[in-house]
């Protein structure tokens, strides 16, 4: 890999691996509902600027939108909430380490509809090595485990619908011809929409915030939805996708380290030890047979 890559791929961890920081912090003044549409909205105005001066164009099928508005709820309206409405009982640090195992279960499913046709023993091991890895991380033998809380189910069914976003997006979006940039914005606009709608059916609250959360919620959407979708975006473009991807490797450990140092959170070494293997896992999967 470039080693020019390594700065911004370590930004952008810190960058994505924070916002569960931050959702959990502006989770103390306003609803799920309200921090993921606040979310959607900055990070699409963000990016539909970019656009503006790019003057990239508006796609404008109704077929193609109706790909992107599938992407938009399993990639960021379905997640997104999951997360805040999880972020209410359970610690930063353990939703960002059960987003870890979103490329398992993505592998998962990519085989289940035959996205993928085949498995190669590199993978095979690999997903073997990141269910152990998710079993220590839940600890189900202990009887205050995460995992059969709401909160550790909810960010487990958040991970998965970010697999199922990928597989979807790999299959119909990616290979359009459609920039990264304005696919992103038109599906993060399309996300708000969404949560738009689900905001009128929950009702809105009378707020009680404060300044740490409304700062929380602006640095949540113009930093970590926003320009992070930006900053990957250029280094897919200048590095490839493989020095991308490094990115997955590192955001739990951002989630980790700040939650430990921000919010006092515990973190047990079983958690810790299940991380590794997690990642370990998704390094195997990842791996090439080699040639015969």
Same mark, same amino acid.
């Not at 592998?107 to 095979?124: F, K, N, S």
């Not at 709608?197 to 809105?204: D, F």
């Not at 030890?273 to 015969?292: C, E, H, K, S």
């Given at each position: 890999m470039n080693r020019a890559a390594l700065p911004?791929?370590?930004?952008?961890?810190?960058?994505?691996?924070?916002?569960?920081?931050?959702?959990?912090?502006?989770?103390?003044?306003?609803?799920?509902?309200?921090?993921?549409?606040?979310r959607l909205a900055t990070?699409?105005?963000?990016?539909?600027a970019v656009m503006l001066v790019r003057r990239d164009k508006i796609p404008r099928s109704p077929r193609l939108w109706a790909?992107?508005?599938?992407?938009?709820?399993?990639?960021?309206?379905v997640p997104y909430l999951l997360f805040a409405l999880a972020e209410q009982t359970v610690s930063s640090s353990t939703?960002?380490?059960?987003?870890?195992t979103t490329p398992l279960w993505t592998?998962?499913?990519?085989?289940? =509809? *035959?996205?993928?046709?085949?498995? &190669?023993?590199?993978? %095979?091991a690999g997903l073997a090595v990141g269910f152990v890895g998710a079993v220590l991380i839940f600890s189900p033998w202990q009887a205050a485990s995460e995992l059969f809380s709401a909160g550790g189910l909810e960010c487990l069914a958040a991970a998965v619908s970010y697999a199922v976003s990928y597989v979807y997006m790999d299959?119909?979006?990616a290979r359009r011809g459609i920039g990264a940039i304005v696919l992103s914005a038109c599906q993060l606009g399309a996300a708000a929409v969404m949560?738009?709608?689900?905001?009128?059916?929950?009702? =809105? *609250?009378?707020?009680?915030?404060? &300044?740490?959360?409304? %700062?929380?919620?602006?640095?949540?959407?113009?930093?970590?939805?926003?320009f992070a979708y930006v900053l990957n975006y250029q280094i897919i473009t200048s590095h490839g996708a493989t020095a991308a991807s490094m990115v997955t490797y590192l955001l739990p450990v951002a989630a980790i380290v700040l939650g430990v140092l921000v919010l006092s959170e515990a973190v047990t070494p079983a958690m810790l030890?299940?991380?590794?293997?997690?990642?370990?896992?998704?390094?195997?999967?990842?791996?090439?047979?080699?040639?015969?």
């Open positions: 911004r791929i370590g930004l952008l961890a810190l960058i994505w691996g924070s916002a569960f920081l931050w959702i959990k912090l502006a989770d103390q003044g306003f609803s799920p509902v309200e921090v993921t549409l606040a990070g699409a105005a963000v990016l539909f790909s992107i508005a599938v992407a938009a709820l399993f990639a960021n309206a939703a960002g380490i059960i987003n870890a592998m998962i499913l990519a085989l289940a =509809v *035959r996205h993928q046709q085949r498995i &190669t023993g590199w993978q %095979a299959r119909f979006l949560l738009a709608i689900a905001l009128t059916v929950s009702g =809105v *609250r009378t707020p009680h915030v404060t &300044t740490q959360d409304i %700062a929380a919620l602006a640095v949540l959407g113009i930093v970590g939805t926003g030890a299940g991380i590794a293997l997690v990642l370990a896992g998704v390094a195997l999967t990842r791996r090439r047979q080699p040639r015969r």
